[in-house]
């Protein structure tokens, strides 16, 4: 294998998968939470970090998204994942004697009309790939987890219901974390990230939004936050798709930077062929 690349939750996780679909000849670490992939990452402990931002179901994970702009590492790629939900048990066990179903307090309401059909009770469990690994410890045939094909091959479970998610087209964003930048072009369609903060002066969003639109430059999410618990201070966070070096988003970036402050260009990677 070649370098190593951590993410939140354990063995078996969403995040795990979107590590093997985009860096598959690396080494997946575990982490605890999505600090502890920050900090391995910015240290140098592991090369890269997987982070998992947003849910086409469920929206944005606030936690990262508050990471970002003092994490101190540079986006150097995205990966969407598409999120099946499978009902695991143990080995031998059948669907009619699942009782009670195990996973994250976000996974259980995707299975809502699955569960009910099944006469399955949800219960909750911090990480999905920990409630596949801690039915297989049980050994109870009453016992399922709600997680990915890939925790049931970790854990030697037995994939009882495939894709029972009630939303069909549910996809998770991950980002890929680096402690050193990567601004090569190395795709024709190239997303950039970034960070700002608009200037004390009437209309400073809109004007500094402004040259986006008029050199024609797509912006695919703008989204505020608070900065040191002032009303006053407000940090966006955008991507655009096109690469700083492209005469309209210089353009663009230009104009921005006349009405703002503190633009920090937090990466800039190639789009995915999931984001259609």
């Not at 090369?47 to 970002?68: I, K």
């Given at each position: 294998?070649?370098?190593?690349?951590?993410f939140q939750g354990e063995l078996g996780a969403y995040?795990?998968?979107?590590?093997?679909?985009?860096?598959?000849?690396?080494?997946?670490?575990?982490?605890?939470?999505?600090?502890?992939?920050?900090?391995?990452?910015?240290?140098?402990?592991?090369?890269?970090?997987?982070?998992?931002?947003?849910?086409?179901?469920?929206?944005?994970?606030?936690?990262?998204?508050?990471?970002?702009?003092k994490a101190g590492l540079h986006i150097v790629d995205?990966?969407?994942?598409?999120?099946?939900?499978?009902?695991?048990?143990?080995?031998?066990?059948?669907?009619?004697?699942?009782?009670?179903?195990?996973?994250?307090?976000?996974?259980?309401?995707?299975?809502?009309?699955?569960?009910?059909?099944?006469?399955?009770?949800?219960?909750?469990?911090?990480?999905?790939?920990?409630?596949?690994?801690?039915?297989?410890?049980?050994?109870?045939?009453?016992?399922?987890?709600?997680?990915?094909?890939?925790?049931?091959?970790?854990?030697?479970?037995?994939?009882?219901?495939?894709?029972?998610?009630?939303?069909?087209?549910?996809?998770?964003?991950?980002?890929?974390?680096?402690?050193?930048?990567?601004?090569?072009?190395?795709?024709?369609?190239?997303?950039?990230?970034?960070?700002?903060?608009?200037?004390?002066?009437?209309?400073?969003?809109?004007?500094?939004?402004?040259?986006?639109?008029?050199?024609?430059?797509?912006?695919?999410?703008?989204?505020?936050?608070?900065?040191?618990?002032?009303?006053?201070?407000?940090?966006?966070?955008?991507?655009?798709?096109?690469?700083?070096?492209?005469?309209?988003?210089?353009?663009?970036?230009?104009?921005?930077?006349?009405?703002?402050?503190?633009?920090?260009?937090?990466?800039?990677?190639?789009?995915?062929?999931?984001?259609?």
């Amino acid at each position: 294998m070649s370098g190593r690349i951590a993410f939140q939750g354990e063995l078996g996780a969403y995040s795990h998968q979107a590590c093997q679909q985009s860096r598959p000849d690396m080494e997946p670490v575990p982490c605890q939470t999505f600090e502890d992939v920050v900090e391995l990452t910015r240290s140098g402990e592991v090369d890269l970090g997987m982070l998992a931002v947003e849910n086409s179901t469920y929206g944005r994970v606030a936690d990262v998204h508050s990471l970002l702009p003092k994490a101190g590492l540079h986006i150097v790629d995205e990966a969407f994942v598409r999120v099946h939900v499978n009902l695991l048990g143990v080995k031998g066990a059948r669907l009619d004697q699942v009782r009670e179903a195990h996973g994250h307090v976000v996974i259980l309401p995707q299975c809502a009309g699955f569960l009910k059909t099944h006469g399955i009770k949800g219960r909750v469990s911090s990480d999905n790939a920990r409630a596949a690994r801690e039915v297989a410890e049980a050994g109870d045939p009453a016992r399922a987890a709600l997680a990915s094909e890939l925790a049931a091959e970790i854990y030697g479970l037995d994939v009882l219901a495939r894709h029972i998610e009630d939303q069909k087209n549910n996809t998770t964003r991950f980002l890929v974390m680096s402690p050193k930048p990567d601004h090569t072009r190395r795709a024709d369609r190239m997303i950039t990230t970034f960070t700002f903060r608009v200037r004390n002066i009437p209309a400073a969003l809109y004007k500094a939004l402004g040259g986006f639109a008029t050199n024609g430059v797509n912006m695919t999410k703008l989204e505020s936050y608070m900065v040191g618990g002032s009303f006053m201070a407000t940090e966006f966070y955008a991507d655009i798709e096109g690469h700083p070096q492209d005469p309209n988003v210089a353009l663009a970036l230009e104009e921005l930077r006349y009405f703002t402050t503190n633009v920090t260009v937090l990466g800039v990677y190639p789009s995915d062929r999931l984001r259609g």
